[in-house]
């Protein structure tokens, strides 16, 4: 149980497109999503929390206008880059948290590379 | 705030040989303390956890106590395999419960 899925898993665009991230809880409902960066050889920076039906809320550095998140629905959150630049190549990782089954732990998705020509 | 401090790597062993992988943290009030392992083009996977002092968390293999004393949760394996090269991260979830602090990984390679 508790599989949380990405899509896509690999993209490349050009600069100043716009690419959209999916993350999907696929056999729970999650109220709570998070979304996570991480650089080469680099630990994960959390990003933004975000929560079904409300705003996301947004570490300190991040850009909420470069960074769209929306989690319209208990099973999805997506997280849009606008705009993207070479600088916003990265791997993103998305987690979700069920508050049914296990309060305190996050199931992770298999990440998006995204490459920014 | 909270941090997780973990050794810094690449550790190299030969199979079979034992591992230990140190963590660190510092944080208020009572943490989770996680290990989460990352195969190479993956996302992260939870290897095992421990929500209070003196629980011991294991799975394959792999095992960490959470000691509250030196606020350590170091990661240990007997023997490890090839298949067992990855990155390794220790991570905190803050008493809240809504915020995950990851240390900054341990790139674990086995050679045959």
């Known amino acids: 149980g508790a599989v949380v899925s990405q899509h896509p898993s690999r993209v490349i665009c050009k600069s100043g497109t716009s690419v959209k991230i999916e993350c999907r809880s696929l056999?729970?409902?999650?109220?709570?999503m998070f979304w996570y960066r991480q650089f080469p050889k680099k630990s994960l920076m959390l990003m933004a929390t975000?929560?079904?039906?409300?705003?996301?809320?947004?570490e300190q550095g991040v850009e909420k206008d470069k960074f769209l998140i929306n989690h319209a629905s208990l099973t999805l959150s997506t997280l849009t880059v606008t705009s993207a630049h070479p600088e916003d190549s990265s791997f993103y990782i998305c987690?979700?948290?069920?508050?049914?089954?296990?309060?305190?732990?996050?199931?992770f998705g298999p990440g998006t590379r995204l490459t920014v020509l | 705030g909270d941090s997780v401090t973990q050794m810094e790597g690449p550790v190299t062993l030969s199979e079979e040989a034992c591992l230990t992988i140190?963590?660190?943290?510092?944080?208020?009030?009572?943490?989770?303390l996680f290990w989460y392992v990352q195969y190479p083009g993956e996302g992260l996977q939870l290897l095992l956890k421990?929500?209070?002092?003196?629980d011991k968390g294991s799975n394959k293999g792999f095992e960490a106590t959470y000691r509250k004393e030196t606020t350590s949760f170091h990661l240990e394996k007997g023997s490890v395999q090839v298949s067992d090269s990855a990155v390794y991260f220790c991570?905190?979830?803050?008493?809240?419960?809504?915020?995950?602090?990851f240390g900054g990984g341990t790139r674990l390679m086995v050679k045959p």
């Open positions: 987690s979700a948290r069920d508050p049914i089954t296990s309060y305190n732990e996050q199931f």
């Open positions: 056999d729970f409902q999650a109220t709570t």
């Open positions: 975000s929560n079904e039906g409300s705003k996301a809320t947004y």
């Open positions: 421990a929500t209070k002092a003196d």
């Open positions: 140190n963590c660190t943290y510092t944080a208020t009030g009572y943490p989770s």
């Open positions: 991570a905190l979830l803050n008493n809240a419960g809504n915020m995950l602090t």
